[in-house]
């Protein structure tokens, strides 16, 4: 039995599919930074309760000189050695694939996958993946780290809406068409 | 001195940037075939009046058994080697810039690139795709032929419009910010 919680994967890629630079430069971002305007983010991250998040991109975050954010959260950061919890984050080497369907029994709000690339991939290698908000950023970078890489399975969707923006950002909002 | 000519790619991909499978199939794009929805082809074709394609691609149409369309217009067939014209297609063996350069000078309808992602990425390349019409089919196909490929230079989009289809097909339109 699982619950309705859904792991629900939002991020900003590139029209040509790259979420950052190869030097992992997130610059491009601000060409759609516009006061008053956060693309529903507010409202996405009040519809969950736990966040999935890889250690390196975890560990980017706290490199910039930020604190990571959802500190009321249920943060598992995907990490090959375990370490002590601090708080609610939670280092967890095991099966992202065990997580998650752990996650999908207790009752909740909604699983955010904060990415990296390398933890969204390794999501929909095992369909794990239950909604994508993708926001298309009106740039092509050229070169960089990708969303997709080669080698998942195939998967049918559905668009469940279109956002556009005025600083041409495009949110697409898909759910899986099967289980 | 050009002309207002411009070069647009009209093309599909999905939602992970494959414009086709690993053996090159076309057959997720029949999820979004719609009687009587043809996705503003036809007023697109209009509004051009010379095509470039891949000899690849073009070939690929011909062993499906095809006649190449456009028929009335200037067609580009980039090749490595030269062949005599049929009509008004033309074996084109030189360097793919010039061509554009020269079609540009000329006045005339715009000029289509109809594909393959090779033909693509060396206008890409040279920044010479004017405009981008990408119809996004709701599928990860999870592996194939990629629209965009890496180490092409960064360049800034302008959002046209985002149009979306009952069958949850959505339209970026897009143009170069500048030139």
Redesign the interface.
């Known amino acids: 039995m699982t619950t309705d919680r859904k792991v629900i994967l939002y991020i900003a890629m590139s029209?040509?599919?790259y979420i950052a630079t190869k030097d992992n430069s997130l610059e491009f971002l601000s060409?759609v930074e516009q006061e008053g305007e956060d693309y529903g983010y507010n409202d996405f991250i009040a519809s969950v309760d736990a966040v999935i998040i890889g250690r390196k991109t975890y560990e980017k975050v706290i490199a910039m000189g930020y604190e990571y954010p959802h500190t009321d959260k249920d943060v598992y950061i995907l990490s090959r050695t375990a370490k002590p919890a601090i708080g609610n984050f939670t280092f967890y080497a095991d099966d992202l694939s065990r997580l998650v369907h752990d996650l999908k029994k207790q009752s909740g709000k909604h699983i955010y996958c904060d990415g990296g690339a390398e933890i969204a991939n390794e999501l929909?290698k095992n369909n794990l993946i239950d909604e994508?908000i993708?926001s298309?950023v009106?740039?092509?970078?050229?070169?960089?780290i990708k969303?997709?890489n080669?080698?998942?399975?195939?998967?049918?969707?559905?668009?469940l809406?279109?956002k556009?923006f005025d600083k041409?950002?495009?949110q697409?909002h898909?759910k899986r068409?099967h289980k």
Request: hydrophobic fraction near 45%; avoid cysteine; charge should be negative.
């Open positions: 029209l040509d599919g060409m929909m994508f993708i298309v009106p740039i092509l970078l050229g070169d960089g969303l997709f080669d080698g998942r399975p195939e998967l049918t969707l559905e668009l809406s279109t556009q041409g950002l495009t697409l898909y068409a």
